[in-house]
């Protein structure tokens, strides 16, 4: 029979906290793993198992230790939950979740929400565990309320100095620390002139959000204002952006190629729609790829991955294969309409942009191979005219979109 782990979850309240059947899984296994932290928490009058600290890093040592103990009665310490940002996750992913025993406790947000009376269902939580403090920025929103899991005890300073940078000075922060146990203490300052001392590592951090009034809006709907990204202007302009984003219909946990990614408008866009969403942009010039950098992470999506000139990483690599991919620039290079479209999953959609003579006699040729739906747009932008206003046109926008191995007039025209 194959080896069965169990997965306790210990809350900060320790022994006294568990079930039976929690308390059971640990005095009847032949070697606890846990954090030095959660170790500690079983009395030393627990005799039976044997302790074992997790290495570090622990990830890339957990099939040898498995393995290494895979005729040995197992059991896991997490805190709380263990399938909440936990440890549980990590082995399911490595053993099948048909090879655990999971026992969980409440979780931290659940604990919060309840010392709060926020609703846990209403209530998005981020994790800035091993992940970096401005993925917190695209949940931030005038009255909402945000739960931010801390790395260590200088992590809600972190977070209010965050808040304070970006127009949420005014916020309301709550530290609650050691949540169930009996060192339980919650404190709450305001973001701007933020005091409080450093204090238990483990620590939830609670947001109540009031935007400055001054402050930009940044939603996670596409087409935000284009004065909100540095660089040297090489962007699709907002309008565009929002009609290109909705066309290639973003889905939580999907994969992006942004090709030509200029200052990073539409990898950066697509993931502020959800947190699963990812991006691989393909930009040929340094300084923008520096930039595109910055701007993903000044608004909130440092995770896009940035390589070079699309032709030769394709041609050396093997990038991800993407759900969606955006042509802005470089349409007329010879071969990357083919790369892109034999790369693109079956299923998958494109969106190509074209502003010259050249690039649109492309895209009605590609059409005519592969279906789709072909449209034009122009935008104009009120400007100043002496001591009038007046209407100053854009360059108009060819837009082709097109779904991979989709049937055009009833047959299907790309067997690929």
């Given at each position: 029979?194959r080896?069965?782990?169990?997965?306790?979850?210990?809350?900060?309240?320790?022994?006294?906290?568990l079930?039976?059947?929690?308390?059971?899984?640990?005095?009847?296994?032949?070697?606890?793993?846990?954090s030095a932290?959660?170790l500690?928490?079983v009395?030393?009058?627990v005799?039976?198992?044997r302790?074992?600290?997790?290495?570090?890093p622990?990830?890339?040592?957990?099939?040898?230790l498995?393995?290494?103990?895979a005729?040995?009665?197992v059991?896991v310490l997490?805190?709380g939950d263990?399938?909440?940002?936990?440890?549980?996750?990590?082995?399911?992913k490595l053993?099948?979740?048909?090879?655990?025993?999971?026992?969980?406790?409440?979780?931290?947000?659940?604990?919060?929400?309840?010392?709060?009376?926020?609703?846990?269902?209403?209530t998005?939580?981020?994790?800035?565990v091993?992940?970096?403090?401005?993925?917190?920025?695209?949940?931030?929103?005038?009255g909402?309320?945000?739960?931010?899991?801390?790395?260590?005890?200088?992590?809600?300073?972190e977070?209010?100095?965050?808040?304070?940078?970006?127009?949420?000075?005014?916020?309301?922060?709550?530290?609650l620390?050691q949540?169930?146990?009996?060192?339980?203490?919650?404190?709450?300052?305001?973001?701007?002139?933020?005091s409080?001392?450093?204090?238990d590592?483990?620590?939830?951090?609670?947001?109540e959000?009031?935007?400055d009034?001054?402050?930009?809006?940044?939603?996670?709907l596409?087409?935000?204002?284009d004065?909100?990204?540095?660089?040297d202007?090489?962007?699709t302009?907002a309008?565009?952006?929002?009609?290109?984003?909705?066309?290639?219909?973003?889905?939580?946990?999907?994969?992006l190629?942004d090709?030509?990614?200029?200052?990073?408008?539409?990898?950066i866009e697509?993931c502020?729609t959800?947190?699963?969403?990812r991006?691989?942009?393909?930009?040929?010039?340094?300084?923008?790829?520096?930039?595109?950098?910055a701007?993903a992470?000044?608004?909130g999506?440092p995770?896009?991955?940035?390589?070079?000139?699309?032709?030769?990483?394709l041609r050396?690599?093997?990038?991800?294969?993407?759900?969606a991919i955006?042509?802005?620039?470089?349409?007329?290079?010879?071969?990357?309409?083919?790369?892109?479209?034999?790369?693109?999953?079956?299923?998958?959609?494109?969106?190509?942009?074209?502003?010259?003579?050249?690039?649109?006699a492309l895209?009605?040729?590609?059409?005519?191979?592969?279906g789709g739906?072909l449209?034009k747009?122009q935008v104009?932008?009120?400007?100043p005219l002496?001591?009038f206003?007046?209407w100053?046109?854009?360059?108009?926008?060819?837009?082709?979109?097109?779904?991979?191995?989709?049937c055009?007039?009833?047959?299907?025209?790309?067997?690929?």
């Open positions: 029979m080896q069965v782990i169990t997965v306790v979850g210990i809350g900060a309240d320790g022994w006294d906290g079930g039976g059947a929690a308390r059971s899984a640990i005095e009847g296994a032949e070697v606890v793993f846990g932290r959660q500690g928490l009395p030393a009058a005799r039976g198992p302790r074992a600290p997790w290495p570090s622990l990830v890339p040592a957990l099939p040898e498995l393995a290494a103990h005729d040995s009665r059991c997490a805190s263990p399938m909440f940002y936990g440890i549980g996750v990590t082995l399911a053993v099948g979740p048909q090879a655990l025993r999971v026992l969980p406790q409440p979780s931290s947000a659940s604990l919060a929400c309840a010392r709060l009376g926020w609703a846990l269902d209403r998005p939580v981020v994790s800035i091993g992940r970096r403090l401005e993925t917190v920025l695209p949940e931030l929103g005038d909402r309320r945000v739960l931010v899991l801390a790395p260590d005890a200088n992590g809600p300073a977070v209010a100095d965050l808040l304070a940078r970006n127009g949420f000075g005014g916020s309301a922060v709550t530290v620390e949540l169930g146990g009996p060192a339980e203490r919650i404190a709450t300052g305001v973001a701007a002139n933020w409080l001392p450093p204090g590592p483990l620590a939830v951090v609670a947001i959000c009031r935007a009034p001054e402050a930009p809006r940044s939603t996670r596409p087409g935000l204002p004065d909100r990204y540095g660089g202007g090489q962007m302009k309008e565009v952006r929002a009609l290109s984003i909705a066309a290639l219909a973003p889905a939580p946990g999907e994969l190629w090709v030509g990614g200029g200052s990073g408008t539409i990898a697509w502020r959800h947190p699963d969403c991006a691989l942009t393909f930009e040929r010039s340094e300084a923008r790829r520096r930039q595109i950098v701007n992470a000044a608004l999506v995770g896009i991955e940035v390589r070079g000139e699309v032709l030769a990483v050396a690599t093997e990038p991800p294969v993407p759900d955006f042509l802005g620039g470089g349409l007329t290079q010879p071969d990357l309409f083919d790369l892109c479209w034999e790369r693109l999953r079956p299923g998958g959609r494109l969106v190509a942009n074209a502003v010259t003579a050249e690039s649109e895209l009605l040729t590609w059409a005519a191979a592969h739906r449209g747009m104009y932008r009120a400007e002496g001591g206003t007046a100053r046109p854009q360059l108009p926008v060819t837009q082709w979109v097109a779904v991979k191995n989709a055009f007039d009833g047959k299907p025209r790309d067997s690929r």
